[in-house]
Nanobody, 116 residues
Framework: QVQLVESGGGLVQAGGSLRLSCVASGNIDSINSMGWYRQAPGKQRELVAR?????????GDSVSGQFTISKDEIDAKLWIYLQMNGLKPEDTAIYYC????????WGKGTLVTVSS
């Protein structure tokens, strides 16, 4: 079983930066890839970024070049990070950590609010 916990959300002014973290614990060997998704009010959840075991990344069209995903393994836990630069009010959303094993697993989410 895998548990996911996100952190790092908050309120930031437009143009600012935030770094989100997600830690996966438990049976991390079962994880094939991890990523970040976001859901803004009244909108569908969308891909922000994913990273595979081998470090290959892909980004959603709306954030390509603006955000950077990375990963690390520390003390039998798998961490992923989302460095968000040049934030815009339209980046306001709940950001969810995702892990893909034989099924999709989700964290509870962390709120990012970008003020204009």
């Amino acid at each position: 079983q895998v548990q996911l916990v996100e952190s790092g959300g908050g309120l930031v002014q437009a143009g600012g930066s935030l770094r989100l973290s997600c830690v996966a614990s438990g049976n991390i060997d079962s994880i094939n890839s991890m990523g970040w998704y976001r859901q803004a009010p009244g909108k569908q959840r969308e891909l922000v970024a994913r990273i595979n075991k081998d470090g290959a990344t892909n980004y959603g069209d709306s954030v390509s070049g603006q955000f950077t995903i990375s990963k690390d393994e520390i003390d039998a836990k798998l961490w992923i990070y989302l460095q968000m630069n040049g934030l815009k009010p339209e980046d306001t959303a709940i950001y969810y950590c995702n892990a893909m094993t034989w099924r999709h697993l989700w964290g509870k989410g962390t709120l990012v609010t970008v003020s204009s």
